[in-house]
């Protein structure tokens, strides 16, 4: 049973940070690869930042130059820091992981986490 927990959300001023952690059950080296997708009211999930076993990562234009996606092997986690956030940064954030046998995907998601970014 895979099961990522995040933490680090809340309340903070445009133009602030917060950094968020998604620590897993197990070893992160299992995943094909990690990241973290956000869902603001009304709207659709989308992909904020992945990191991939390579530690290649890549990013939503909307969050480039902003936001920075880095795993720690030995803890077990991934993080997202987040700068310069703007009130359009506000949504619930969600900790995603892969798995895959080449003929298939398993994706595992975390519960959610609230990042409200005030104006």
């Known amino acids: 049973q895979v099961q990522l927990v995040e933490s680090g959300g809340g309340l903070v001023q445009a133009g602030g940070s917060l950094r968020l952690s998604c620590a897993t059950s197990?070893?992160?080296?299992?995943?094909?690869?990690m990241g973290w997708y956000r869902q603001a009211p009304g709207k659709q999930r989308e992909l904020v930042a992945i990191i991939i076993r390579s530690s290649n990562t890549n990013y939503a234009d909307s969050v480039k130059g902003r936001f920075t996606i880095d795993k720690d092997n030995a803890k077990n986690t991934v993080y997202l820091q987040m700068n310069s956030l703007k009130p359009e940064d506000t949504a619930v954030y969600y900790c995603?992981?892969?798995?895959?046998?080449?003929?298939?995907?398993?994706?595992?998601w975390g519960q959610g986490i609230q990042v409200t970014v005030s104006s």
């Open positions: 995603n992981a892969w798995m895959s046998n080449g003929y298939r995907r398993d994706d595992y």
């Open positions: 197990g070893s992160i080296a299992r995943f094909v690869g």
